[in-house]
């Protein structure tokens, strides 16, 4: 099932709007509110300033992942920018030079759908700061809940050879609860023999158990795509059947991963329930949604390739949401209804919440972008021709003259 779609086949409930461009597929798509916010340019503003950030170039491709085979006129004016352009994450960086603990600003119960006292198990991860992020969203500031199981197929040796900075992670997400539990060599096809022994003796239940960017092992810095398809989406389908014993009554499996090609190519939403349906849960288990993926909501989180330093784009990426068919209050897709949500009315609109993207959303997302990208470019060329943009003016009259032409 391919990420991205036309308009006229795209299953949302979204008619009264009409598009003249194609977009990305929008059945059962989420996303957060502050993601949303920063693209427009109406995130509150900081610290110290009257006016919010200009609108985010970054979390726009995020929300509405322009990719040129669709959208040719907006990637060809409006091109994406490093990650690190976003607002947010220019705002964390500068006060990281000055507090240890910056990080954490900007974090709120809820975001991306952690809240304060959930139990979480974090599969495959690479330097842990995935868990690191995570336990800054669910350990609970005066109390002893919330804990996380942060787990990775390596062993502690492999780990800090690779992550310069593993050690520092390490005992930042110790420090944070004496609850938190760390394993090592743990295959998520085989949990059950390979979690931490504490964990399987005292039958603990997870609310949240998320895995990014599943892969089989390979070598340093690969992506195994194409060629690994099939073996890396039987892994998931293990990957699903293996963890659903660990899960709380009101929890979700969560699996983040990139949408564009070759990726789409999963089928991650049908793939990761095959295995599940086969055992007779289908009527219990189920496919609840998408959620954009936006790693500046879950600080100090970057995506790492396999057994290599080195980060990866996942602008497109989403995060896949598996539960059980009872709702609950912890649910990270909420049971809200398109129309339900009035972008106009930004200021009311909670930071840790989540929205349907809409054709309307991407709409609004894009022609706030082009108008920006279209001032710009009259900045430039009006900067070049000593001019001022025609809407602007200073409030002389005698500038405003039409000069005489010389004979």
């Known amino acids: ?18 598009s003249t461009f194609p977009h990305r597929n929008l059945d059962q ?20 300033q009257l006016s919010s950030p ?3 170039i970054p979390c726009a491709y995020k929300v509405c992942n322009f990719d040129i085979a669709l959208d040719q006129e907006f990637t060809k004016l409006v091109p994406n920018q490093r990650p690190e352009q976003c607002p947010r994450s220019i705002k964390r960086t500068k006060k990281s030079a000055e507090n240890d603990d910056a990080p954490t600003t900007g974090v709120k119960d809820g975001m991306m759908g952690y809240k304060r006292g959930m139990n979480v198990l974090t599969v495959g991860d690479g330097d842990f700061s995935f868990s690191l992020a995570v336990a800054k ?24 050879r690779v992550y310069p900075a593993f050690d520092g992670t390490l005992n930042a997400l110790k420090s944070y609860s004496t609850k938190n539990i760390v394993g090592y060599k743990v295959d998520a ?33 690969q992506d195994g795509q194409n060629e690994s398809m099939e073996e890396n989406k039987e892994l998931v389908r293990k990957f699903m059947a293996n963890a659903l014993q660990f899960l709380h009554e009101c929890g979700e499996i969560q699996i983040i991963h990139k949408t564009k090609p070759p990726y789409n190519q999963w089928d991650m939403e049908t793939v990761a329930m095959e295995e ?14 998408r959620l954009v993926f936006d790693k500046c909501n879950m ?32 649910s990270t897709i909420p049971n809200i209804e398109k129309a339900d949500i009035d972008l106009d009315a930004t200021t009311s609109l909670d930071l840790s919440s989540v929205i349907p993207v809409t054709t ?28 001022r943009p025609s809407h602007i003016s200073d409030g002389n009259p005698k500038k405003g003259k039409k000069q005489r032409k010389r004979k």
């Open 54 to 56: 200009g609108a985010c």
């Open 189 to 221: 096809t085989q949990l059950k023999k390979t979690l931490p022994q504490y964990v399987i003796q005292s039958n603990m239940k997870f609310h949240r158990i998320c895995w990014n960017f599943p892969c089989t092992a390979i070598g340093n810095g």
């Open 276 to 289: 599940i349906n086969n055992n007779g849960n289908e009527f219990e288990f189920e496919y609840k949604g």
């Open 360 to 387: 309307k959303l991407i709409d609004t997302l894009r022609t706030k972008h082009l108008a920006l990208a279209s001032f710009q470019r009259e900045l430039k060329y009006n900067g070049k021709n000593n001019r």
């Open 29 to 48: 798509l989420y996303c957060p509110t502050a993601t949303y916010l920063c693209a427009i340019g109406a995130n509150p503003p900081e610290e110290g």
């Open 1 to 18: 099932m391919s990420s991205i779609k036309n308009e006229s086949d795209d299953g949302s409930n979204d008619a009264a709007t009409t």
């Open 137 to 160: 969203l669910v350990v609970s500031d005066n109390s002893d809940s919330g804990m996380v199981v942060a787990t990775s197929y390596e062993d502690l040796t492999t780990l800090q």
């Open 299 to 330: 600080p100090p989180y970057v995506p790492r390739k396999a057994l290599d330093k080195k980060s990866f784009p996942c602008h497109d990426a989403c995060v896949y949401v598996f539960g059980f068919r009872k709702r609950s209050v912890e």
